[in-house]
T-cell receptor
Framework: AQKVTQAQTEISVVEKEDVTLDCVYETRDTTYYLFWYKQPPSGELVFLIRRNSFDEQNEISGRYSWNFQKSTSSFNFTITASQVVDSAVYFCALSEEETSGSRLTFGEGTQLTVNP | EAQVTQNPRYLITVTGKKLTVTCSQNMNHEYMSWYRQDPGLGLRQIYYSMNVEVTDKGDVPEGYKVSRKEKRNFPLILESPSPNQTSLYFC?????????????FGSGTQLSVL
């Protein structure tokens, strides 16, 4: 069965520090998709990125970057030069082509606090 | 504006009093689902619907019911709420049921069952 683990429950940094949020997943499917969502204090879930299992290229979007490594079953998320507005809960999630369709299996979430 | 609308935003009720949380999307999405979010557990799927009149259980369906009579609406029904159903609930939709589909989430409903 699929599983997503975010071992870091809470992270606290000072503004302008770089921070990496870890995500490790388990799946038996060869075709799967990995997602990151952000949940700011207002509570809504904001889509950040989607990667498929055949594309291991790292991706950068502004201060955000993602490192996908199939060899270690990890999909880590790095925020460079963090800002107070980055404070949120971040969720990593997995969907499988064969077994789950659009159903997302979420990790436990990492609460990131960026202090001024 | 494309969106998923949930109501109410906050709800406090008592054990055993039936309640319904509404969900509506305006994107003509085929796939809709309900999740609950609990501390330390992330989000877990309750029920999902592939299309009108097609629904199925997710990972934690006990104590919940759903219906999909119209494409845009997917209400979540708690026939006899219990305190262990106190949680933050999210409705989500996507264009289809594909694994690569991005889910659009509602703003959430914080439910407290006393």
């Amino acid at each position: 069965a699929q599983k997503v683990t975010q071992a870091q429950t809470e992270i606290s940094v000072v503004e302008k520090e770089d921070v990496t949020l870890d995500c490790v997943y388990e799946t038996r499917d060869t075709t799967y998709y990995l997602f990151w969502y952000k949940q700011p204090p207002s509570g809504e879930l904001v889509f950040l990125i989607r990667r498929n299992s055949f594309d291991e290229q790292n991706e950068i979007s502004g201060r955000y970057s993602w490192n996908f490594q199939k060899s270690t079953s990890s999909f880590n998320f790095t925020i460079t030069a963090s800002q107070v507005v980055d404070s949120a809960v971040y969720f990593c999630a997995l969907s499988e082509e064969e077994t789950s369709g659009s159903r997302l299996t979420f990790g436990e979430g990492t609460q990131l606090t960026v202090n001024p | 504006e494309a969106q998923v609308t949930q109501n109410p935003r906050y709800l406090i009720t008592v054990t055993g009093k039936k309640l319904t949380v509404t969900c509506s999307q305006n994107m003509n999405h085929e796939y809709m689902s309900w999740y609950r979010q609990d501390p330390g557990l992330g989000l877990r799927q309750i029920y999902y619907s592939m299309n009108v009149e097609v629904t199925d259980k997710g990972d934690v369906p006990e104590g919940y019911k759903v219906s999909r009579k119209e494409k845009r609406n997917f209400p979540l029904i708690l026939e006899s709420p219990s305190p262990n159903q106190t949680s933050l609930y999210f409705c989500a939709s996507s264009f289809s049921a594909g694994a690569n589909e991005k889910l659009f989430f509602g703003s959430g409903t914080q439910l407290s069952v006393l």
